[in-house]
């Protein structure tokens, strides 16, 4: 998609040729998407979800956020990072807790989230997240023309299709997943 209607404000440009806006491990993994992703640069103050919308005006509906959850299962914690939308929240106690197989899940603790990603807090995008981790994705964010997710870093988003997101390496899409 070469025009981004959620862009707002912000004029988008090709992600693959500016990976110095986004972090390590997504610049690695740009170029092996089957679909091209639009990057904007922003203030890495206003990264977060709701500010980024109100002072770019870019629809709220159209933000999905990537949260990672941890639970543990005879001493070895398991981690996966799940999509919902801006408008959403995770079913971390249900859903996610029952497809990481643990007795209880919660939201990863920051400190170990950027260590495990390589990403800023407040930036993690599915896209480069460890291998072995499943992407648990919403079916509204996998059904979406059009999202702005992180980019690895506070100071740009990613733009891309929900069918990019539900095709990435360990993607699953889960009817259910945000309430």
């Not at 100071?155 to 929900?162: I, N, P, Q, W």
Request: glycine share 8%.
């Amino acid at each position: 998609m070469s025009t981004w209607s959620i862009a707002g404000t912000l004029t988008p440009i090709p992600a693959t040729e500016h990976t110095e806006l986004v972090a390590e491990p997504v610049a690695k993994v740009l170029a092996t998407l089957g679909e091209p992703v639009g990057l904007v640069e922003i203030d890495p103050e206003l990264a977060d979800t709701a500010q980024f919308c109100a002072t770019y005006s870019s629809p709220l509906s159209a933000s999905a956020n990537c949260v990672v959850v941890a639970g543990k299962r005879a001493g070895q914690t398991r981690y996966a990072a799940a999509l919902v939308l801006a408008t959403t929240r995770a079913d971390v106690n249900n859903v996610i807790r029952r497809r990481l197989d643990v007795r209880k899940a919660s939201f990863a603790p920051m400190a170990e989230a950027v260590e495990l990603t390589g990403m800023e807090y407040g930036g993690i995008t599915p896209i480069g997240l460890p291998e072995e981790w499943p992407i648990l994705v919403d079916k509204a964010v996998a059904d979406s023309p059009e999202l702005v997710i992180g980019s690895g870093l506070r100071k740009s988003k990613l733009l891309v299709t929900g069918a990019a997101l539900a095709a990435l390496p360990g993607a699953e899409v889960i009817e259910g997943l945000a309430r």
